[in-house]
């Protein structure tokens, strides 16, 4: 250490030299000096960063005013970079492409079809939409574009020829080859519940629809169109997951939990594999009970086991095979109640088991053939016989005149039954035209309705003999009645209930 010495610009001085410098001015003239050099290194400084700013400003302005004629760096137009390009080099490119141009078309098996600009007149035309993109973007922020990217996406004036590109259209394979439409999700039946069976895409493109893409395509000169992820195709409206299929699901699996059973010779049964066939859905999914599937079925129903009218085969007391067809009488199943019955079954998850219900004197004796079963009265119309069979054994016959063999007044061949029993009545024929009295009224002891058309068992006072081929002679055979000798037609009144089943055959 210096006693009494400081430390001056790197030298060691006392505190009375100091001074004693002072007061000379040395000390003040170098320090004057350092200052002169400080400034001069300073505003070289500032020349140099003025210079440089004022490159960087004229080289910012010059890009900006370069930036106004030309496109932003990562300008892409239609798929195309255009940075840096002038609006003439944008427009004469693609004027080039519009000669060279060609759709290439993907079909959904992976076919391709073509369009070239030369099959539809394709022309090319000047282009206010290129010159909007560039009068859009803001040159003054050019820097900005190196990071960010700017696309355009334009319509070109474009001209071709409509009927052309439609006559193209029309003659591509994929017109040509058919139309699948799509398939919808849906319930389907497996053989014991209804499951989503998944939807399938259609291959159904028309004519219209394809034109209408192709033309967009084509008026953005874009070369490559995916007819699947363009739409062209249809697409199912329901689909596997979709909420309306797993709805309809329920609800027709729903109406397959009911079950009737009729209880015939041999049971008929309603069950799921029956139900199934009735239901379907519509457009929206909604579930459909098809009542006209449920109507035929009842209507087959009845045709196997409605014997109304139908042709019977059986054997005579005599032995004698016959066959009898038409009359009113056996089972005539009541369609229309059945019908009711089973919608409520299938509207409430029922399970039933019942006989049918028949129309009134629709029921016969036995559901077995033939039906009227082993208690029965039989008319042979060539015999000229009837007999009364109780049990399966003959408590009464007799021989008979039956009507007439001409249209007005033959006896109705047929299955009917007993439908009115009574005494003493008085049996009035149809009116006369010409003096318009009845043709006959003859008074009865006992009466047995076969038909409401008037047709019945009584007796015959009038008659003096019965059987053989009486009834063919004019004036003998009767009205249609089967007329019967007193006391047999006494007896069979007494023993002859109603509904009983009266066979006529012959």
Excluded at 57 to 79: C, D, K, Q, S, V
Excluded at 80 to 98: I, N, P, R, T, W
Excluded at 413 to 440: C, F, H, Q, R, W
Aim: charged share 20%; aromatic share 10%; net charge negative.
């Amino acid at each position: 250490m210096h006693m009494g010495l400081k430390k001056k610009g790197g030298e060691w001085y006392n505190q009375k030299e100091i001074v004693t410098r002072r007061k000379s001015g040395k000390v003040g003239k170098k320090r004057r000096r350092k200052k002169k050099m400080t400034n001069k290194k300073k505003m070289m400084i500032m020349g140099i960063a003025g210079g440089t700013i004022l490159v960087i400003a004229l080289a910012y302005m010059g890009a900006a005013i370069f930036f106004t004629r030309h496109f932003l760096m990562n300008t892409e137009i239609n798929g195309v970079d255009f940075s840096g390009k002038s609006l003439a080099e944008a427009e004469e490119y693609f004027k080039g492409q519009v000669g060279e141009y060609t759709l290439t078309m993907n079909d959904i098996n992976g076919g391709k079809e073509t369009i070239s600009s030369s099959e539809i007149l394709l022309a090319y035309g000047k282009n206010t939409e290129l010159e909007g993109v560039l009068e859009e973007q803001n040159a003054f922020l050019w820097p900005k574009a190196f990071f960010t990217e700017n696309t355009a996406d334009i319509t070109f004036n474009l001209s071709y020829d409509e009927a052309k590109l439609q006559e193209k259209i029309n003659t591509l394979g994929i017109i040509q080859a058919g139309q699948t439409p799509a398939q919808n999700a849906s319930p389907t039946f497996d053989g014991n519940q209804f499951v989503v069976s998944p939807e399938a895409y259609g291959v159904s493109v028309t004519p219209e629809s394809l034109q209408e893409k192709a033309s967009t395509f084509i008026m953005h000169l874009m070369p490559e169109m995916n007819l699947a992820d363009e739409g062209c195709y249809e697409a199912p409206r329901f689909l596997s997951d979709s909420e309306e299929v797993k709805q309809a699901c329920d609800k027709m699996n729903g109406y397959c939990q009911a079950s009737i059973t009729y209880n015939m010779d041999v049971p008929v049964v309603i069950d799921r594999t029956v139900i199934s066939t009735w239901l379907s859905v519509d457009g929206d999914m909604n579930v459909i009970v098809d009542e006209n599937a449920v109507r035929a079925w009842l209507e087959q129903f009845g045709e196997r086991y409605d014997t109304v009218g139908t042709t019977r085969t059986f054997t005579t007391p005599t032995g004698k095979s016959a066959t009898v067809s038409g009359g009113t009488y056996g089972w005539s199943i009541n369609e229309d109640t059945e019908f009711q019955t089973i919608m409520n079954a299938l509207n409430n998850q029922e399970v039933i088991a019942k006989e049918p219900e028949y129309y009134i004197s629709g029921v016969a004796a036995s559901h077995s053939m033939p039906d009227w079963g082993s208690t029965y009265a039989e008319v042979d119309l060539s015999a000229q016989h009837m007999w009364y069979v109780v049990n399966g054994s003959v408590a009464l016959e007799t021989d008979v005149v039956t009507g007439e063999p001409i249209p007005e007044k033959v006896t109705p061949e047929g299955v009917y039954s007993i439908v009115e029993k009574k005494l003493d009545k008085v049996l009035v024929g149809a009116k006369d035209p010409v003096t318009g009295e009845p043709e006959y009224e003859t008074p009865v002891s006992y009466w047995m309705r076969i038909t409401w058309q008037g047709v019945g068992f009584h007796d015959a006072t009038w008659q003096r003999n019965f059987g053989g081929a009486l009834n063919q002679i004019r004036g003998i055979g009767s009205h249609g009645c089967v007329n019967m000798p007193l006391d047999k037609a006494a007896e069979l009144y007494n023993m002859i209930e109603m509904g009983t089943p009266v066979i006529i055959h012959y």
